[in-house]
């Protein structure tokens, strides 16, 4: 529960919150949280893209990428706060693939969660066909494998198909990726211990469906479903992971199997990347709901600076929201339990802003 907010409610502005039960992290920041502008990883800014010019193709530790993945400065950005994100757009002769990779995963890593802002130039299905790409199955948002990727199983999150291959039951579901060409966020949470794959989309909590389950389904326990009541076997299994081998989104943006996608353009921006789902996010709404088909506006805080159990300080990210004002600040633990109620920004207590 948040007890208080103090510090300078501006974009780079530094609050910290007090209260209790925001549980634990091994460290204050996440492991990766990269503007574009700027690469953190494990806090510190990487300055990875430093001098690029504008189009360089990325060649830096932060991640690994596919053969076309470019450093933007002149292509719209998702908000005004930005000055540079990662575009894709067919050169090398590959339209089919944009995507990003994060390091290898220490072996002690069984969960992650991932979140990042993509806008494609062709979405959706028309007709049965693929405008995106190769098919239900073939074009991936996100692939999931372990560090030692030869060998293992994989887990995926595609332009429809939602399934987890070489899992208990190869269960799959479909769920609509959606024909939007505008920029959207998407939230990945895979837990190989609690046995969680977890979507958001924009917000909210992007169910599957599948008829053999008689509607929509959830790649949890069945004690563990949130929006109906629970199924077996629809647990998300990773038998194919050994124990010295820690699981990572593999890759994750836009990587059609097939390359049918000529004249696809992808655009990718705000990546977090973590071990765990304990954060801090601002929200345009008063009370936390991540219910599907919730409305809701949230934006990652990725500049943890301190975190404990009763303290935590951040820098604050103002994100795609044209103002602060009347929007609300949430703690998230490491469960992905929010604060029921936000805290209001416009009754944070000032502090002035610290110099530099």
């Given at each position: 529960m948040i007890a208080s907010v103090t510090g300078e409610v501006d974009h780079?502005?530094?609050?910290?919150?007090?209260?209790?039960?925001?549980?634990?992290?091994?460290?204050?920041?996440?492991?990766?949280w990269d503007t574009g502008s700027a690469q953190y990883v494990n806090g510190t800014n990487a300055d990875a893209c430093a001098g690029f010019s504008d189009g360089r193709l990325i060649n830096q530790s932060v991640w690994s990428a596919s053969e076309n993945v470019a450093y933007s400065l002149s292509r719209p950005h998702r908000h005004p706060r930005l000055t540079a994100h990662y575009a894709g757009w067919g050169q090398n002769g590959n339209p089919g693939k944009m995507w990003l990779c994060p390091p290898d995963a220490p072996p002690t890593q069984k969960r992650f969660y991932l979140s990042f802002y993509r806008k494609v130039k062709n979405g959706g299905y028309r007709d049965g066909q693929a405008a995106s790409g190769g098919g239900d199955g073939s074009t991936?948002?996100?692939?999931?494998?372990?560090?030692?990727?030869?060998?293992?199983?994989?887990?995926?999150?595609?332009?429809?198909?939602?399934?987890?291959?070489?899992?208990?039951?190869?269960?799959?579901?479909?769920?609509?990726?959606?024909?939007?060409?505008?920029?959207?966020?998407?939230?990945?949470?895979?837990?190989?211990?609690?046995?969680?794959?977890?979507?958001?989309?924009?917000?909210?909590?992007?169910?599957?469906?599948?008829?053999?389950?008689?509607?929509?389904?959830?790649?949890?326990?069945?004690?563990?479903?949130?929006?109906?009541?629970?199924?077996?076997?629809?647990?998300?299994?990773?038998?194919?992971?050994?124990?010295?081998?820690?699981?990572?989104?593999?890759?994750?943006?836009?990587?059609?199997?097939?390359?049918?996608?000529?004249?696809?353009?992808?655009?990718?921006?705000?990546?977090?990347?973590d071990d765990t789902q304990a954060r801090v996010e601002i929200s345009d709404q008063a009370t936390w709901n991540d219910a599907p088909g919730s409305q809701v506006?949230?934006?990652?805080?990725?500049?943890?600076?301190?975190?404990?159990?009763?303290?935590?300080?951040?820098?604050?990210?103002?994100?795609?929201?044209?103002?602060?004002?009347?929007?609300?600040?949430?703690v998230i633990d490491a469960e992905g339990r929010a604060s029921v109620n936000g805290w209001p920004l416009n009754n944070v207590s000032h502090k002035p802003k610290p110099e530099d």
């Open positions: 780079g502005g530094v609050l910290t919150i007090t209260g209790d039960g925001f549980g634990p992290r091994k460290q204050a920041a996440p492991i990766i991936k948002i996100v692939r999931i494998a372990g560090s030692d990727y030869s060998g293992t199983g994989e887990n995926v999150l595609c332009a429809m198909l939602y399934g987890m291959r070489n899992s208990h039951d190869l269960a799959s579901a479909w769920i609509d990726a959606g024909d939007e060409t505008t920029w959207v966020r998407w939230e990945i949470y895979v837990d190989t211990v609690k046995q969680w794959f977890d979507v958001w989309k924009d917000g909210h909590y992007h169910l599957g469906s599948y008829s053999g389950a008689g509607g929509t389904i959830e790649f949890r326990p069945a004690a563990d479903w949130r929006f109906r009541a629970g199924l077996s076997h629809y647990q998300f299994d990773a038998p194919w992971l050994p124990a010295d081998v820690g699981i990572e989104p593999m890759l994750f943006g836009y990587d059609d199997g097939h390359q049918l996608s000529a004249g696809q353009e992808v655009d990718l921006s705000e990546i977090y990347y506006h949230r934006e990652a805080q990725g500049r943890l600076l301190d975190w404990s159990a009763t303290r935590i300080r951040l820098v604050l990210f103002q994100g795609g929201f044209e103002s602060l004002s009347g929007k609300y600040l949430y």
